[in-house]
């Protein structure tokens, strides 16, 4: 058993706080967001994922999970401290890491004893030799520390299983002593035989980048192709079940839709980019990748503008789907923003429906009206548009959809309805790279 702390208690810390602690650890969950950790040990979550609140009321239960805002003293009494605070876009595309930067030297001025200091946050490759000098500059003479990188693979939506079984570990640590803690730390996994890459510290933290530009990568792609199948009448789907039973290309990732969001993909891929370009290697690939995203992202706003006869003004439009994928409530940087923005822009009025990201899109468009189901939110709507493939979505009644609009017509950038059904029930409709509606 050891003793852990993460400091950032996000989405990546608290899911591998308590996932770690469910491994037989003691573990702190500690943040600079007081009220976060006020509601946390209060038994509030401060965000909706699912199997998280049963995985953290069993180890709060079981004396092994904690929540404290006190950053300082939690370092202390650690003997692994997790660093899993954000690492948003700064300015230029390159990764902030100014919160990484902070906490590198609480924990240089809190380090009482020998510790491993670990990077779970996606950071640029270099990061951890900075983290390295910063506690060195501020610890005290004599005490011993040890870096690793140890970056996290875990999807929102997914993120508990994820954690619990995940393809595979990365540690990069030029200690051997710390690869064997951090190899306790995941003893249960290592039992399991679960793959654990040692690699250097520069290389973790470049797998990361590598791995979610190559996924980003993957989804741009087959937007590109769906975009050249409506324009030829050919169908993604097809195309793109094809491609994925080939065993060199996997069929994951293949989805075509309205673009890739949330809080990594955006963010890492232009990080990556910036790095290439710092290093006089242009990404090339990946700067096409991030270029076509953006496009599909517009290319959703003229698809419905289309559907309208080119007037968004003085529309009503129902929003399904707010979150960047189902199963979370984190909209940050999802494509229902881009559509949000533009339609309010252009003077339509919009209702929007999402069982679980409401509260956080409310956050960034307040003028938007929030609704409990889509049947309320379509209520006389002139459009309606799924922007995030939540099941809900998929067996809706088109029947009782087309009786609350005012006109049906749906644009369904997740590709979750049945353009047969669509037709029988006299919608007007778009989808992504697959034969255009019929029109009625
Ligand atoms: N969200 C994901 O799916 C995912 C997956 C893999 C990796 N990552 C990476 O993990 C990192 C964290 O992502 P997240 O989604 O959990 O972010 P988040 O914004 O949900 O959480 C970050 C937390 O860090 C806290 N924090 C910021 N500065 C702090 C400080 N100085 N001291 C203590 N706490 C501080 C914030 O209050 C916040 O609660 C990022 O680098 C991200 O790229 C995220």
Request: hydrophobic share 40%; aromatic share 8%; glycine share 8%.
């Amino acid at each position: 058993m050891k003793r852990i702390t993460f400091i950032g208690t996000g989405y990546v810390g608290l899911v591998s706080g308590a996932g770690i602690s469910d491994f037989g650890h003691h573990v702190i969950c500690t943040d600079i967001d007081k009220p976060k950790i006020e509601a946390l040990q209060k038994g509030q979550l401060p965000i909706y994922e699912p199997g998280l609140k049963a995985l953290v009321a069993r180890n709060v239960k079981a004396g092994r999970l904690s929540f404290s805002a006190d950053v300082e003293a939690s370092i202390r009494k650690a003997e692994v401290v997790f660093i899993a605070v954000g690492t948003p876009q700064g300015d230029g595309g390159a990764a902030d890491i100014s919160a990484v930067k902070a906490v590198a030297k609480t924990i240089g001025e809190n380090l009482d004893g020998y510790k491993v200091v670990c990077t779970k946050s996606t950071v640029p490759i270099g990061t951890g030799r900075l983290v390295c000098d910063i506690i060195e500059k501020y610890k005290p003479e004599g005490v011993d520390f040890d870096y690793v990188s140890n970056p996290e693979f875990l999807r929102e939506g997914a993120a508990v299983m994820d954690f619990t079984r995940p393809d595979r570990i990365v540690i990069g640590a030029d200690s051997e002593r710390a690869f064997e803690v951090m190899r306790d730390v995941y003893r249960p996994l290592y039992i399991n035989e679960t793959p654990m890459l040692h690699t250097g510290i520069s290389t973790a933290e470049m797998i990361k980048y590598a791995c979610n530009a190559f996924l980003a990568l993957k989804i741009s792609y087959i937007n590109e192709i769906a975009n050249l199948c409506e324009s030829v009448g050919a169908d993604v789907h097809m195309v793109a079940k094809a491609m994925g039973i080939d065993g060199r290309i996997s069929p994951k990732f293949l989805h075509p839709g309205p673009g890739f969001g949330g809080s990594c993909f955006p963010k890492d891929t232009r990080a990556l980019v910036k790095m290439g370009d710092r290093e006089g290697i242009p990404i090339r690939t990946v700067k096409a990748a991030i270029e076509t995203n953006n496009e599909q992202k517009h290319r959703m706003v003229l698809k419905l503008k289309t559907l309208l006869d080119g007037e968004l003004k003085g529309k009503q439009i129902a929003i399904l789907g707010l979150s960047f994928k189902p199963l979370t409530d984190d909209v940050r940087e999802s494509p229902a923003n881009e559509m949000i923005a533009v339609l309010t822009k252009e003077g339509a009025r919009v209702r929007a429906y999402d069982p679980a990201a409401n509260a956080t899109m409310s956050k960034i468009f307040p003028q938007v009206e929030y609704y409990d189901s889509w049947e309320e939110a379509a209520s006389g709507t002139d459009a309606a548009v799924i922007m995030t493939e939540w099941n809900e979505f998929r067996s809706m009644d088109l029947q009782t959809l087309k009786e609350r609009m005012k006109t049906p017509v749906i644009l369904d950038t997740r590709n979750v309805l049945s353009m047969e059904e669509l037709r029988e029930a006299g919608f007007r409709f778009d989808n992504v790279g697959r034969k255009k509606g019929t029109y009625n």
